[in-house]
Nanobody, 127 residues
Framework: QVQLVESGGGLVQAGGSLRLSCAAS????????MGWFRQAPGKEREFVAA????????YYADSVKGRFTISRDNAKNTAALQMNSLKPEDTAVYYC????????????????????WGQGTQVTVSS
């Protein structure tokens, strides 16, 4: 089992930045693909970004490409999502997720790929 805890959410004005962190604990000896998803009120959970388990390739939703950056620190068992140039439409609860086995990279955009999820952190961007 792996436990994930997100932090770093908050309220920011449009154009501002936030950095989300995800701390993993438990069975963290293996490398896992990590992802970030978000869910706005009344909408389905959507893919934001992912980083692969083997070569640290990164993948982004078109809506955040060029503004968000996903990273990981294997020594600290953490992942991060740096969010710049935030827009009101980025407002959502952001979730960190981890796969439980080696994963083909083209599956990283799918929520069903991930076995472990954090509790979420709220990001609110005011106009």
């Amino acid at each position: 089992q792996v436990q994930l805890v997100e932090s770093g959410g908050g309220l920011v004005q449009a154009g501002g930045s936030l950095r989300l962190s995800c701390a993993a604990s438990g069975r963290t000896g293996s490398r896992y693909s990590m992802g970030w998803f978000r869910q706005a009120p009344g909408k389905e959970r959507e893919f934001v970004a992912a980083i692969s388990w083997n070569d640290d390739s990164t993948y982004y939703a078109d809506s955040v490409k060029g503004r968000f950056t996903i990273s990981r620190d294997n020594a600290k068992n953490t992942a991060a999502l740096q969010m710049n140039s935030l827009k009101p439409e980025d407002t959502a609860v952001y979730y960190c997720a981890a796969a439980d086995k080696p994963t083909l990279n083209f599956l990283l955009r799918l929520a069903r790929t991930y076995a472990y999820w954090g509790q979420g952190t709220q990001v609110t961007v005011s106009s």
